[in-house]
């Protein structure tokens, strides 16, 4: 079971990226999908979840209105699209998945690699 997360990059204040998380080994259309992040000297924190039974999705106050987490259950895939990005978004990002709802980091049995996003302002 592997996530593999991409997209992460350097970018100024104010734009936007897109990171994606590509799920092999298994079938995660039954599985809470999420994202976290860690900054340097942190603790890693929620991001934002998709929940497979309904589709509903939750996301960090710090986040709300700017991040849309999305996913495409056919293809196993889950997405993060980060607009009007601050630099204290900058952070490690983590994909995630869990057979539980739940915002909590110990919920979450399968992790990606992380994928960097740097904002600088």
């Known amino acids: 079971v592997q996530l593999q997360a991409s997209g992460g990059g350097m970018v100024q204040a104010g734009g936007s990226l897109r990171l994606s998380c590509a799920a092999s080994?298994?079938?995660?259309?039954?599985?809470?999908m999420a994202w976290f992040r860690q900054a340097p000297g942190k603790e890693r924190e929620f991001v934002a979840d998709?929940?497979?039974?309904?589709?509903?999705?939750y996301y960090a106050t710090s986040v709300k209105g700017r991040f849309t987490i999305s996913r495409d259950n056919a293809k196993n895939m889950v997405y993060l699209q980060m607009n009007s990005l601050k630099p204290e978004d900058t952070a490690v990002y983590y994909c995630?998945?869990?057979?539980?709802?739940?915002?909590?980091?110990?919920?979450?049995?399968?992790w990606g690699q992380g994928t960097q996003v740097t904002v600088s302002s």
């Open positions: 995630a998945a869990s057979p539980k709802i739940s915002s909590w980091s110990r919920d979450y049995d399968y």
């Open positions: 080994g298994r079938t995660f259309s039954s599985y809470t």
């Open positions: 998709s929940i497979w039974s309904n589709g509903d999705t």
